[in-house]
């Protein structure tokens, strides 16, 4: 059964303004995505979601998959009466933006696909990481993954920023954060790529240590016709380190994607 996600609505619902989908990374909420909502929300209806276990979410005992994940949203945006939409994916968002463009292509208008990947690694390290967090909560690792998120310059400037990303973290569900975790450690989509058919953003960090430039760049390159961007300075999770130039090009991309 999929889990019931807790969602922000925002901007014009009606025929000429098209669904934007906003999913959002391991451990955060769609709070992540405010200047986002902001700026798009004025000629889009713009969906921000928190996954199963995160944000205001219903946590669901046990691993889980990319799939599941995309389950959840899909039937999200059944109740909501969306078909099609543009889907804009952040690290672990991204992976569900991408099982999306893949299996449901006939729904997906565009995909934009910020500091993620085709596959994360090692699996390994995200049965470890799961295992922490469920031993020791998402406190075990929240100190590591916000150093993650911006740039060591940002942090030193913006203490309160780094302070609230950490409540974000410690917010998450220990369990939805390490279900979260097994799905990644599964999720491969690396022969899916040259699947992905309609217009594709990949957009990457400078400074990004879990998904660096040259890992976006392999993305980019398996996705047939996909435009590829780097953000400077730039960490993890950009749409909280420099807002606007996110916002423009997120902008930039679903202007040239069009409606249809």
Do not use: N
Not at 82 to 93: K, M, T, W
Not at 102 to 114: F, G, K, M, Q, W
Not at 144 to 155: D, F, L, N, S, Y
């Amino acid at each position: 059964m999929p889990a019931t996600l807790s969602h922000q609505v925002s901007g014009p619902q009606s025929a000429d303004a098209p669904a934007v989908v906003l999913l959002g990374s391991l451990g955060s909420d769609r709070s992540m995505w405010d200047a986002q909502v902001r700026e798009l929300a004025r000629d889009h209806t713009v969906i921000a979601v928190d996954h199963r276990g995160h944000g205001g979410s219903d946590v669901v005992p046990g691993p889980c998959t990319i799939a599941d994940l995309c389950g959840d949203v899909l039937a999200l945006l059944d109740a909501l009466g969306v078909d099609r939409f543009h889907v804009v994916g952040l690290s672990l968002g991204g992976a569900v933006a991408q099982w999306l463009a893949v299996h449901e292509p006939t729904r997906v208008r565009s995909t934009a696909l910020l500091c993620t990947a085709a596959k994360f690694g090692e699996p390994s390290g995200w049965v470890d990481r799961a295992t922490a967090v469920r031993e020791g909560g998402t406190e075990a690792v929240a100190d590591a993954v916000v150093a993650r998120w911006i740039t060591p310059g940002r942090a030193e400037e913006d203490p309160a920023l780094v302070a609230g990303l950490r409540e974000m973290i410690l917010a998450t569900s220990a369990e939805g954060y390490a279900a979260a975790c097994d799905a990644l450690s599964g999720w491969d989509g690396r022969a899916d790529l040259g699947r992905i058919t309609c217009p594709t953003l990949v957009v990457a960090g400078d400074e990004d240590p879990s998904t660096p430039p040259d890992v976006l760049r392999e993305l980019a390159d398996g996705i047939p016709g996909a435009e590829f961007v780097t953000l400077s300075p730039a960490a993890h999770v950009p749409t909280v380190e420099m807002p606007e130039r996110v916002s423009e090009v997120l902008r930039a991309h679903l202007t040239s994607a069009g409606p249809a």
